[in-house]
């Protein structure tokens, strides 16, 4: 690889790492202040941030649908040292914040439920299971069962010979995930929360939103010309969809055309918007901007805070309102803001002294195993 690819690899992956952090903080506005008297009410459409992680696990792991393999030894090896840093990558945070949320429970004297669901990510049952200990948990399932089926589409894909047949390949499970968001969208119902609705929110129902990511991916590297319009088609879109969000509702939402489907179109919209991104990031047009040192460490700690943001920060903000409820005092800063400073401190403790440890001992092993 020359001198310029890595550069621009170098920069793409600044950005992948900004976006994380954008994800998170578009999570925390939902559950800070998207529903505050005054607020935007297109930012009501934040709670879709979710659905940008999905794609930027689908577009990191692209190469994999298109020829890179799982590992450098045999696929045993390979997949089990993947799905050990993978293992390594979420599990020891997540136990760190569910043991904070435990805590949190026992503290006010709230019972302990769905302890074993929760410890092994099979919390699927129910929103109020997922939702217990802490709402934005929910997503984390579809992740892991990500991580566990791509090894498998993997090989699927490297029994198509021909650059034709793996494209055919990648096309009927592209055409498989599309028609199961669609079904599953249709059958849903919200409020028994039957088998379609639980479906719709895991695989296979999201699948399409991670193959988005991947085929972003492979778009990406046709050409290294700077293109605007999915940029401009993306945010349209998602304005578009916000407004209607914000005068329909849920409700409005679920008995329209749109029932279930509009996580998978914002991640649609962010998947333009991140196309015209990536392009630029990887032009000469992006290097002048990542020559700054401040901006690089931005970036960079975007990504590394954005996954004890999302599991920390509703902890937070219940921490924050019992602290001024307890004190009592007027002319305190509300408790968002200050749920938002504990939100990154506690991201920066556990990223440093656990999460990245704890990855560090993810990649040894990992590389043991394919030694």
């Known amino acids: ?37 005054g607020s935007p ?7 879709t941030g979710v659905d940008l992680f999905f794609v930027l696990s689908g577009y990191v792991f692209g190469p994999y649908f298109f020829g890179k393999p799982i ?15 993978r293992f390594f990558r979420i599990y020891p945070l997540y136990v760190l914040a569910l043991c904070v949320y435990f805590a949190e429970k026992a503290i006010n004297k709230q019972d302990l439920l769905y302890v074993v669901e929760h410890l092994s990510f099979t919390f699927l049952q129910s929103k109020a299971m997922a939702f217990y200990y802490n ?30 047949r793996r494209r055919i390949t990648l096309a009927i499970v592209l055409v498989l995930a599309l028609f199961s968001r669609i079904f599953l969208g249709f059958c849903a119902d919200y409020e028994k929360e039957n088998q379609a609705f639980i479906l719709l929110h895991h695989l296979p129902g999201l699948a399409i939103e991670f193959i988005i990511g991947a085929l972003l991916w492979t778009w990406v590297r046709r050409s290294d010309q700077l293109v605007l319009w999915p940029a401009v088609l ?3 879109a998602w304005l ?5 969000f914000a005068s329909v509702g849920d409700a409005g939402i679920q008995a ?9 179109l914002a991640a649609l919209c962010y998947a333009c918007l991140m196309a015209s991104c990536i392009r630029w990031v990887r032009s000469a047009h992006g290097e002048s901007v990542f020559r700054a040192d401040f901006f690089i460490s931005l970036c960079q700690w975007a990504g590394k805070l954005s996954y004890g943001t999302y599991l920390f920060h509703i902890a937070a903000l219940r921490a924050a309102q019992a602290f001024l409820i307890e004190l009592q005092m007027a002319d305190l800063p509300s408790p968002e803001w200050l749920a938002l400073c504990l939100t990154l401190l506690i991201a920066f403790l556990a990223h440093r002294y656990w999460e990245d440890p704890c990855r560090s001992l993810g990649r040894r092993l990992a590389k043991a195993i394919q030694a």
């Open 240 to 244: 578009a969809l916000a407004q209607h």
């Open 234 to 236: 993306g945010i349209a």
């Open 256 to 264: 329209s055309i749109l029932k279930g489907q509009l996580g998978g």
């Open 1 to 37: 690889m020359n001198s310029s690819a890595t550069e621009a690899d170098q920069r793409e992956f600044l950005l992948i790492e900004a976006l994380r952090g954008f994800a998170a903080l578009l999570v925390v506005y939902t559950h800070f202040w998207a529903l505050s008297p």
């Open 41 to 47: 009410s297109l930012l009501r459409f934040a709670h």
């Open 135 to 164: 709402p934005p948990f929910w997503s984390l399932p579809s992740e892991i069962s990500f991580y566990l089926v791509l090894p498998c589409l993997v090989w699927l894909l490297q029994q198509a010979h021909s650059i034709m």
């Open 71 to 85: 590992g450098t030894t045999n696929n045993f090896n390979g997949t089990l040292a993947f799905w050990t840093r």
